[in-house]
């Protein structure tokens, strides 16, 4: 069951929120944001409803605040604020909806399911060949068991199963795998490619993927589903 941390400095409307979205929906409610971010650390939260009138601090301002610790959950912005420039500066500062009140509490409803639905879709299951990688959970399993790789190696390798069938060179490899690209070489690509091999493919009879002598490397093309 999905959980929902709902931040309302008004005591009726936030048991109207959790007594109506507790039907469906695992529910904390907060009428303040002091213990918003031990909450995060703590459960694993699929959205956050959050007003923007509280007492100690802006709602959209602590949201901002926590995308730029790397907070990624939904947020829906549920409040009084309704001038068009609100609405903007609530999506310019993190927010994945944005709804006034007074609200219909069935289209809260529907805006909250739609909201994590779409979340659900980014973060899928992909499958390639004998593969299954579990974006979630950010491991790959081959045979149903689960591959030991290190960061960079996931990496990697995920950068492959997302382009299947597409010849990567070497550069287009250090750009959207190694962080500081700068300073790698392009031997280092082949070192990391030739590890990574021998731990997905330790017989090398899978050649899942196949070096393209002067341009790059390919990742030979499978059943995809998701």
Not at 121 to 143: S, T
Request: net charge negative.
């Amino acid at each position: 069951m999905n959980t929902i941390l709902i931040v309302e400095d008004e005591p009726d409307i936030l048991e109207l929120l959790e007594y109506t979205l507790a039907k469906e929906y695992e529910v904390i409610g907060c009428l303040d944001t002091s213990r918003v971010v031990d909450i995060l650390d703590q459960e694993s939260i699929d959205l956050i409803l959050m007003d923007r009138n509280l007492p100690n601090v802006e709602g959209s301002v602590f949201i901002q605040e926590l995308r730029a610790k790397g907070y990624s959950q939904n947020v829906i912005y549920l409040t009084a604020k309704d001038a068009d420039e609100n609405i903007l500066e609530g999506f310019d500062r993190g927010g994945d909806d944005y709804i006034t009140k007074p609200f219909n509490i069935d289209i809260l409803k529907a805006r909250i399911k739609s909201v994590i639905n779409r979340t659900k879709k980014q973060h899928e299951v992909i499958k390639v060949r004998d593969i299954i990688y579990n974006a979630n959970q950010k491991k790959f399993a081959i045979d149903g068991e689960e591959i030991a790789l290190t960061h960079l190696e996931h990496d990697l390798l995920l950068e492959f199963v997302k382009n299947i069938d597409i010849l990567l060179s070497r550069d287009t490899l250090l750009e959207n795998v190694w962080e500081d690209s700068m300073d790698v070489k392009s031997k280092t690509v082949n070192v990391a490619i030739k590890r990574l091999k021998e731990k997905i493919d330790p017989l090398g009879v899978k050649e899942y993927i196949k070096s393209i002598r002067g341009e790059g490397y390919i990742f030979n093309k499978g059943t995809i589903s998701c």
